[in-house]
């Protein structure tokens, strides 16, 4: 069992910045790729970006890319999301997930969820 364990949310203002971090339980974190999503209040659950296991791939949604900086530490069990320049309609709960297949954007290719984290940027 995979327990994935997001923090670093809250409250900022439009053009401020946050770092979310996920801690991933277990000893294969290395071995799997892993991906940011986020939810809007009445809205579907959205990709934002994904990191191949090794950290050298990086890949993002067109609404975060130049803003958004995914990466991750093995070492730490660790994936990050630094989030730059946020804007109102960047707020959601942002989950981290576990990605077992080729698809980054696609949801159907995560198997473990954390329990989210909520960003409300104000204008």
């Known amino acids: 069992q995979v327990q994935l364990v997001e923090s670093g949310g809250g409250l900022v203002q439009a053009g401020g910045s946050l770092r979310l971090s996920c801690l991933a339980s277990?000893?294969?974190?290395?071995?799997?790729?892993m991906g940011w999503f986020r939810q809007a209040p009445g809205k579907e659950r959205d990709v934002v970006a994904s990191i191949s296991s090794s950290g050298r791939f990086t890949y993002y949604a067109d609404s975060v890319k130049g803003r958004f900086t995914i990466s991750r530490d093995n070492a730490k069990n660790t994936v990050y999301l630094q989030m730059n320049s946020l804007k109102p309609e960047d707020t959601a709960v942002y989950y981290c997930?576990?990605?077992?297949?080729?698809?980054?954007?696609?949801?159907?290719?995560?198997?473990?969820w954390g329990q989210g984290t909520q960003v409300t940027v104000s204008s």
């Open positions: 997930a576990r990605r077992t297949g080729s698809r980054w954007n696609s949801e159907t290719m995560y198997d473990y």
């Open positions: 277990g000893r294969t974190f290395s071995s799997y790729a």
